[in-house]
């Protein structure tokens, strides 16, 4: 229908005119990065007004803390969606992390090869879903949502369903999750290491751009020569080893390992991927728009509780957040097409 | 023919923003007339039948549908009005039943609470009646995709039209199947029903329809009775300029050297024995009834599917493939017949398509993609095969059809093959743009890549290869060259049931 008119305005490709370099600004204009920054940045800017204790160094350094490691899962999260898949266990998976690698240490091992062994553990779970869904057949939403709960009955087995007190920790491996090099705390440089790292991967590296091709159209990618299966188990067992990571870290900055810990946290993750215009169907999202909707939501989160807005009332305007930026999205990408 | 006119549109226009889609619109329709309308995509007839269906609303014109002037707002309106759209891709519910699927409009409407189910099935045998003998308590997706095609026809006659609209609707019929429609198109004709019959193809318009009307760039070009005027002035007609040959001049020297030689390749269910040879600088064609195998024996050559048996031989090397990567890198590759389906990333840009191949092949050592070298690769291949695209960075879905297929072609070509097979490679794609395939194949055949074309067409076989394989309940009946290649002797191999081996 509309494909029929588009012959109209399309130009000949000669040798000497490509469009691409030009109008850098413009395509930057388009990007859904850039319109996350301008409201991240409005809400800074009306919150530092708004609250006095907004904009000290305590309050930014609590704020970046509590999204560098969630930031994490959102990249395992963003590559997953984006080969086509989803996973609802990163929660409970990342909590079983932290219990796993605690009760080990608190049963005399070393908390280094405990942090191993459970992060292993996490890459074992990962691949375990990679073998249900790729070659089993079934879809990564149920085997997720299995594994979710699964994990989460391992995690109170483990515990009693209590928290383990993990006070013998080393100072050395605290160190992971609550010192600082110079004013800046280990937690953040790790994230940036991880952000930096994946998103220039994603974008540059024949490896990944391999999970595009998978989940923009899978047939066509094994009618191009990839091997999809061998793609999607990949990318289902990264998400889960970032959760151990992830589980690693949150250990070491709390002391502690909750079998509670992440109730619901895969909904935050696999909204600030979506905001940061991962999609659904796959085939598409980036690192960095990832990273810039955890950021976005991690600060309405902050900024709603240093305005006194109520808990209750947090889940509500995070909810609402998400269906706009998809909605405005949606309208924006139909206008384009 | 009755001169009574059901339908006029007149001075009718409409733009999408700044692309004039169509341009003062001049049409009319008769009582109980086959009426062709032509030309190549983009040239507005989809747009038409949209306005026509209610599914767009026109800038400007006007609409006279039996003496009243009328404003379709709506398909629903246009249903009450009597016009039927088959469109060209199937919507129907894969899940649920024949019956139900062909009801649907009617199930909407209806005021009763509980559906009846053998009623319906007794309706649908009655609206079957007359196309074909499909049962209709199955599940549709359980149909094949011509039958499914017949399902979608049955369902617009459930709505007692007096407009048909048949938007290429043979496509994907076997040519047994496209003679039964046309059959049921004279007849509903005959009832006083009047069909728009939308097509590219020359001899379906010349053989079935009464009039045919020509649109290019927006604009209604002609409009006359079939047996005044020639296939060629309609083709010249839709692309504004004289083609003085539909088809490339055929090879001229047949080489004695054998690019492929394929023997006894078997595979348990799909088929058995096939054995055949192509030498340099030919186009060889397969032909057969959907289901024959076609599909399945060159996707079994190339490991995409199937567990074969059998050897395959390639410029003299035996090939041991295990699958279709290895395939790939000894330069053999195959065109999907479904494009949307599985030849193209629709989202993704052209460039990210035509390097999916092969991504070595435009990365550095240690695996990072050179964009440069990724776009410098694409616009190459572009300007190979005449791609019309604004930017490379655009998604495919942006392009027409005969230029995304440019680019499921420039997909292969980017490894340099060897040997290519080409699965309906001009499916959905428009005059213009097909001969440039064809003169791009035949190019490829005399710089020595062995080409091999499956098409349901035999104009499009017969006009382009050099000699044409039958393959017929998964075996090579027979094939055929030089002057007996003519659709009744292919048509005769691809379905005569008496086996007479005359493999060469």
């Known amino acids: 229908m509309s494909g029929d008119t588009k012959m109209d305005n399309t130009v000949n490709l000669t040798p000497a005119g490509s469009s691409d370099s030009a109008p850098l600004l413009k395509r930057m204009l388009r990007m859904r990065e850039t319109g996350l920054i301008v409201i991240i940045l409005g809400l800074f800017v009306i919150m530092s007004f708004a609250s006095p204790y907004f904009l000290t160094w305590a309050n930014m350094r609590a704020m970046s803390m509590a999204f560098a490691v969630d930031g994490l899962l959102v990249i395992g999260m963003t590559i997953l969606l984006i080969s086509g898949g989803i996973d609802l266990s990163v929660g409970s998976v990342t909590a079983l992390a932290m219990v796993i690698a605690g009760w080990l240490f608190l049963s005399g091992i070393d908390p280094w090869v405990a942090s191993a062994m459970a992060i292993a553990l996490c890459t074992a779970i990962g691949a375990f879903m990679g073998f249900f869904v790729t070659r089993v057949g079934l879809h990564h939403f149920i085997v997720s949502l299995a594994i979710m709960v699964i994990a989460r009955g391992a995690c109170l087995l483990f515990t009693g369903g209590r928290p383990l007190g993990l006070y013998t920790l080393p100072p050395e491996f605290k160190f992971i999750g609550q010192g600082s090099i110079g004013p800046i705390p280990i937690v953040i440089v790790i994230f940036l290491v991880f952000v930096i790292a994946f998103d220039f991967m994603l974008r540059r590296t024949t490896m990944f751009r391999k999970v595009f091709y998978t989940g923009s159209n899978e047939k066509a990618a094994a009618y191009s020569g990839i091997r999809t299966k061998k793609v999607i188990f990949l990318t289902t067992t990264l998400c889960s080893t970032l959760c151990g990571v992830a589980g690693i870290i949150y250990m070491a900055r709390f002391g502690s390992a909750q079998p509670t810990f992440g109730l619901g946290l895969e909904l935050t993750i696999i909204a600030a991927a979506v905001i940061g215009g991962a999609s659904l169907n796959g085939g598409s999202g980036s690192i960095l728009g990832a990273i810039l909707g955890v950021i976005l939501l991690s600060l309405v989160s902050s900024s709603l509780a240093l305005l006194d807005v109520s808990v209750y009332w947090q889940d509500i305007i995070r909810g609402s957040i998400l269906l706009a930026a998809v909605t405005i999205d949606h309208y924006l990408n139909k206008r384009r097409g | ?504």
């Not at chain 2, 059901?6 to 700044?18: D, E, M, Q, T, V």
């Not at chain 2, 189910?117 to 995709?145: C, G, M, N």
């Not at chain 2, 003169?439 to 076989?461: D, F, K």
Request: aromatic fraction near 4%; charged fraction near 25%.
């Open chain 2, 1 to 504: 023919m009755q001169d009574d006119v059901i339908l006029r549109i007149s001075n009718l226009s409409k733009s999408f923003g700044p692309v004039k889609a169509l341009r003062g619109i001049d049409f009319e329709l008769r009582k109980g007339e086959i009426h062709a309308v032509a030309g190549e995509n983009g040239a507005g007839k989809s747009t038409l039948m949209n306005v026509i269906d209610g599914i767009l609303q026109p800038d400007s014109g006007k609409i006279v549908l039996d003496g009243d002037p009328v404003k379709i707002s709506s398909p629903t309106m246009a249903q009450q009005l009597g016009i039927g759209f088959v469109h060209q891709e199937i919507a129907l519910c894969p899940d649920v039943s024949v019956a139900e699927n062909i009801f649907m409009a009617k199930t909407n409407v209806s005021r009763s609470w509980l559906m009846d189910y053998r009623k319906l099935e007794r309706d649908a045998v009655d609206v079957f009646r007359q196309l074909s003998d499909i049962d209709p308590s199955i599940l549709v997706k359980h149909l094949s995709i011509s039958n499914q095609q017949l399902v979608e026809i049955a369902k617009a006659l459930t709505l007692e039209c007096r407009i048909l609209i048949l938007d290429e609707p043979t496509a994907a019929l076997t040519e047994a199947e496209a003679q039964t429609l046309f059959g049921i198109m004279r007849k509903l004709a005959d009832q006083g029903i009047s069909i728009i019959y939308i097509s590219h193809r020359m001899v379906e318009i010349f053989n079935n329809c009464d009039r045919v009307s020509v649109f290019r760039d927006g604009q209604h070009i002609v409009t006359q009775n079939v047996a005044e005027i020639q296939p060629s002035d309609v083709v010249n007609a839709m692309v504004g300029r004289v083609i003085d040959n539909l088809y490339p001049q055929k090879q001229e020297m047949p080489s004695d050297e054998v690019i492929l030689d394929v023997r006894n390749l078997t595979e348990t269910k799909r088929f058995r024995d096939v054995s055949f040879t192509l030498n340099k600088g030919e186009i060889l064609g397969v032909a057969g009834l959907i289901g024959a195998g076609r599909s399945e024996i060159v996707k079994g050559i190339c490991q995409l599917e199937g567990d074969v048996t059998g050897e395959v031989w390639l410029n003299g090397e035996k090939l041991n493939l295990r699958n279709y990567q290895d395939s790939i890198a000894k330069g053999v590759v195959y065109l999907s017949e479904d494009r949307k389906g599985d030849g193209v990333f629709l989202d993704l840009p052209i460039a990210a398509n035509v390097s999916a191949l092969n991504l070595e092949q435009v990365a550095n050592g240690i695996g990072l993609i050179q964009s440069g070298t990724e776009e410098a690769q694409a616009k190459a291949l572009g300007h190979k095969l005449n791609l019309k695209c604004g930017s490379l960075s655009d998604p495919v879905s942006s392009l027409s059809g005969g230029n995304q297929q440019k680019v499921a072609l420039a997909k292969m070509l980017s490894v340099n093959p060897r040997l290519i097979f080409l699965d309906e490679p001009t499916r959905g794609v428009d005059v213009g743009a097909k001969s440039e395939i064809h003169r791009i194949l035949r190019e490829l055949a005399t710089e020595g890549v062995g080409i091999v074309v499956i098409s349901s067409e035999l104009p499009e076989l017969i006009g382009v290869c050099d000699r044409v394989l039958v393959v017929r309940e998964g075996r090579i009946s027979g094939q055929v060259t030089g002057d007996e290649m003519t659709e009744e002797n292919i048509m005769h191999l691809a379905s005569v049931m008496d086996a007479q081996d005359s493999v060469a």
